[in-house]
């Protein structure tokens, strides 16, 4: 009526049967019709949620006093659920059936009761007058006192007996529920593991856990066999999880076991399924001839490496251009045939030729080429790397090109040297380090004039916040190679291209130099040109430029210079505030 699920009545249905089980008598409506078989339709009927049903089956023997019969119950639904929520009911209530068991046989009243028996006691007031006349009585007395003493220790060693025995039996049972439960402790994970793997069959990270768990037992043959049931049940397209991972740990099984052969034998196998991923197969061929150079088996390796990469046959032609093969290719190549140059270069070169080669292969390549000498073949390699990758990834490669050649060749080549930088510096979007490194050959091994030309080429091209730092250079650079003239042409430059908020450190740098050489007009000048700039309401301009020139007329000027600064001070106020 309020709209509530079928599985809602079963579990209904449940708790009435278990709060009261001995009421329920279904044979009186049908003969056919038992508790038994209400319960098993509604677990066919309902099979990822049936916990509470084959609980409440359980329960239901438990309450009628069929305790083996719960218990098979219980094994039952171990075996035939599918999600660990009905695993975790099951197994729960399974574990405190058995323990309450335990506790009954532990604390329960089971001993046999002891009856009190009573001794008779001697006769010690004996009339010694009347001793000669009741002597045969007396002795007929002693004999039976004498009987019935050995029947009461005969009594009471059977007793003991049973006592004992019932005390052994009752130790056995405790010691064998003790064991039912310890061994249900131990089961569970494999019993839970049991029960994902019924839900997905091709679940191999399960499968793994299951391996794992077997190992603990280390049966050798156990373990090989559930491999082999893991491999045949699992489907290859519909495995969850990466299979390959179970032929590794099959082959490591084997290498462990210092059974080689078979360990090559699975990692071929695997190496020549169709896995989902390429680099599952690319995995398996990399971590086989890792296995055979631990076993100090290198030719067998390079054999396997040699054969991937160089088999362009339509089975091996998506792995054969992996950048872990040719790796492994080239490394066992350098380390087992050192002689053999040309292969050497030949392996390197189809890296880059298949465009899998990344910055750390070409850095190899290089320190391989110049280990042999052979120069001309390291800037044909630069050359390529610069067509393989885009910037900023060639950055690297681009520095140690240059730094190489500059330290190799030095002026030998500088036209060569010149077309080289000057692409690169058109590559890299005009960065501001090959700038510096032209106007650094230049100084050094080309001309001074055409050091100061690249950097006032770099001034024009680099990032606005990096001008001030080449004009810098500029200026300082002018210092050291040519006149005043060539320093005071490259101060204008600075003042008339940087940012307003770089001029004034400029400016005065160039106000002090004039100060210096007596050029008191020109420092002048310079004074007007930057009060045009900065507004004297500024306190920071006011401080750092404004007081400097007053400063500065005070001392080199006079009364109408000194007019004039006031003058130029209010008509910046009024451009500045208007």
């Known amino acids: 009526k309020e709209n509530k699920s079928q599985y809602y009545y079963w579990i209904m249905l449940c708790q009435i049967i278990n709060n009261y089980p001995e009421f329920l008598d279904l ?33 239901y023997y438990i309450q ?87 029947n009461k220790k005969e009594e009471e060693i059977k007793k003991e007996k049973l006592l004992e025995k019932n005390s052994q039996n009752k130790s056995n049972l405790q010691k064998f529920n003790f064991i039912r439960v310890t061994n249900l402790i131990q089961r569970r994970p494999f019993l839970l593991n049991s029960t994902k ?3 997905n069959p091709n679940n191999v990270t399960q499968w793994l856990k299951r391996i794992e768990l077997m190992k603990e037992k280390k049966d050798l043959t156990l373990i090989k066999n559930l491999y082999e049931e893991c491999l045949s049940t699992i489907k290859i397209n519909e495995a969850y999880g990466s299979l390959s991972e179970v032929y590794i740990s099959y082959a490591n099984f084997f290498e462990e076991n210092n ?40 030719k067998d390796a390079y054999n396997i490496i040699k054969y991937i990469c160089t088999n362009n ?9 992996n950048i872990k093969l040719w790796s492994l290719y080239v490394d066992l190549e350098m380390n087992l045939n050192k002689n053999n140059q040309g292969q050497i270069i030949y392996i390197y070169n189809k890296m880059i030729e298949y465009k899998i ?53 030095k002026n030998d080549k500088i036209e060569i040297f010149r077309d080289i930088i000057q692409n690169i510096i058109i590559f890299s979007g005009h960065l501001k380090i090959f700038y510096y490194i032209y106007a650094f050959y230049e100084e050094k091994y080309g ?34 190679y040519f006149g005043i003239g060539k320093i005071r042409l490259a101060f204008d430059d600075a003042m008339n291209n940087l940012e307003k908020s770089y001029v004034l450190e400029i400016g005065l740098k160039y106000i002090s130099i004039e100060i210096k050489l007596k050029e008191i007009n020109r420092a002048r ?54």
């Not at 677990?43 to 609980?55: A, F, M, Q």
């Not at 006011?542 to 209010?570: A, C, R, V």
């Open 27 to 59: 044979t009186k409506y049908n003969k056919e019709l038992t508790i038994d078989k209400v319960i098993r339709h509604g677990i066919k009927k309902y099979t990822d949620e049936v916990g509470n049903l084959w609980v409440t089956l359980a329960n």
């Open 64 to 150: 009628i006093g069929l305790i083996e019969k719960a218990r098979e119950i219980f094994e039952e639904a171990l075996e035939k659920i599918l999600t660990p929520r009905d695993f975790s009911l099951i197994f729960n209530s399974y574990l405190n059936f058995e323990q309450e068991i335990m506790k009954q046989n532990l604390f329960g009243n089971n001993d046999i009761n002891n009856n009190n028996f009573e001794f008779p006691a001697d006769n010690e007031n004996k009339n010694l007058e009347s001793l000669e006349l009741n002597e045969l009585e007396n002795a007929f007395v002693e004999l039976n006192i004498k009987e019935s003493h050995d």
């Open 197 to 199: 793997l019924r839900r």
């Open 259 to 298: 059974n080689i052969k078979k360990a090559n034998e699975i990692y071929y196998k695997g190496c020549n399924l169709n896995f989902k991923k390429t680099d599952e197969n690319i995995n398996l061929w990399c971590l086989w001839c890792e296995m055979n150079i631990r076993q100090k088996r290198y």
């Open 313 to 321: 046959t339509n089975k091996y032609y998506r792995y054969n251009k």
């Open 357 to 409: 080669a990344n910055i750390e292969t070409i850095f190899n390549f290089i320190i391989y080429l110049e280990s042999i000498k052979n120069y001309e073949k390291i800037y044909n390699i630069y050359e390529q790397s610069l067509d393989l990758f885009r910037w900023p990834n060639s950055y690297d490669i681009c520095i140690c090109y240059l730094v190489d050649f500059i330290n190799h060749y």
């Open 447 to 480: 001309l001074y004039n055409h050091c100061i030309d690249i950097l006032k080429e770099a001034s024009q091209n680099v990032k606005e916040e990096e001008k001030p730092e080449i004009h810098s250079v500029i200026i300082a650079k002018s210092a050291k």
């Open 525 to 578: 000048g310079i004074f007007k040109y930057l009060g045009k700039l900065f507004n004297p309401d500024n306190k920071e301009y006011k401080e750092e430029f404004w007081e400097m020139w007053d400063n500065f007329e005070k001392i080199y000027g006079d009364s109408i210079t000194y007019q004039e600064m006031k003058n130029e001070l209010k008509l910046s106020q009024l451009r500045n505030n208007p």
